[in-house]
């Protein structure tokens, strides 16, 4: 599952990964109903901007919510982001959750599909 607040950036990662054989639900993150949208689909892996529709770190907010789904504590989560400042800053929170890793755009493929196998290998707690 991609969450973005841009309609391209999800049009390319549905198109990436759809070419890869992933099959991929793509929300919009300034979406109200996001929260529950993710929940509800229950994801084997969540790709999501840091920053979603403004200048706050509404992805993060996002993820906090989507992980205190007990069903979801441990999704396998890629934050991708433009904000090195806001990422460094976050870096204790982020190391203290489990199967979580980051990664900065611009972003190659070959990073984004070898990040992926990596959370997906990391086994729950």
């Given at each position: 599952?991609?969450v973005?607040?841009n309609p391209e950036?999800?049009?390319?990662?549905a198109?990436i990964?759809?070419?890869?054989?992933y099959?991929?639900?793509?929300?919009?993150?300034?979406?109200?109903?996001a929260?529950?949208?993710i929940t509800a689909?229950?994801?084997?892996l969540?790709?999501?901007?840091?920053?979603l529709?403004s200048?706050?770190?509404?992805g993060?907010?996002?993820?906090?919510?989507v992980r205190?789904?007990?069903s979801?504590?441990?999704?396998?989560?890629?934050i991708?982001?433009?904000d090195?400042?806001?990422?460094?800053?976050?870096?204790?929170?982020?190391?203290?959750?489990?199967r979580?890793?980051t990664m900065?755009?611009?972003f190659?493929?070959?990073?984004?599909?070898?990040?992926m196998?990596?959370?997906?290998?990391?086994?729950p707690?």
């Amino acid at each position: 599952m991609v969450v973005n607040d841009n309609p391209e950036f999800l049009d390319l990662m549905a198109d990436i990964l759809h070419d890869e054989r992933y099959p991929t639900t793509v929300i919009d993150g300034d979406r109200a109903d996001a929260v529950h949208l993710i929940t509800a689909a229950v994801p084997q892996l969540l790709i999501i901007d840091l920053r979603l529709g403004s200048n706050q770190l509404h992805g993060l907010e996002v993820i906090r919510q989507v992980r205190a789904d007990p069903s979801l504590r441990e999704v396998p989560t890629l934050i991708c982001t433009g904000d090195t400042e806001a990422l460094a800053s976050l870096e204790e929170e982020l190391a203290a959750m489990r199967r979580v890793d980051t990664m900065v755009k611009p972003f190659s493929i070959d990073e984004l599909f070898s990040k992926m196998q990596g959370l997906l290998a990391r086994e729950p707690a």
